[in-house]
Nanobody, 115 residues
Framework: QVQLVESGGGLVQPGGFMRLSCAAS????????MGWYRQAPGKERELVAIIINGGSTNYGDSVKGRFTISRNGAKNTVFLQMDSLKPEDTAVYYCYLGIGASAHWGQGTQVTVSS
């Protein structure tokens, strides 16, 4: 069972920036998707950003142009650079890893954007 360890999160002012990281506990082989989803109170979990093993990326509409997903050379850690943060970005952010038909989730990290 692959474990996902998230770091980052916390409180930031509107217009600020924050960086999240997620490390997988084991090497990842084969076709996979890794990235971030988020869930705000009373709302469904939504896609933030995902990176495919070939390097292509996909972003949720609400974060396009503000958030950037990247990964390390070993391809077992992903980073989410969040710029121009808005109060509506406040949510629990979950790291996601999909390998074939299996899905793995991190424990979640709270991001709060407030003055």
């Amino acid at each position: 069972q692959v474990q996902l360890v998230e770091s980052g999160g916390g409180l930031v002012q509107p217009g600020g920036f924050m960086r999240l990281s997620c490390a997988a506990s084991a090497s990842i082989v084969g076709i996979y998707r890794m990235g971030w989803y988020r869930q705000a109170p009373g709302k469904e979990r939504e896609l933030v950003a995902i990176i495919i093993n070939g390097g292509s990326t996909n972003y949720g509409d609400s974060v396009k142009g503000r958030f950037t997903i990247s990964r390390n050379g070993a391809k077992n850690t992903v980073f989410l650079q969040m710029d121009s943060l808005k109060p509506e970005d406040t949510a629990v952010y979950y790291c996601y890893l999909g390998i074939g038909a299996s899905a793995h989730w991190g424990q979640g990290t709270q991001v709060t954007v407030s003055s």
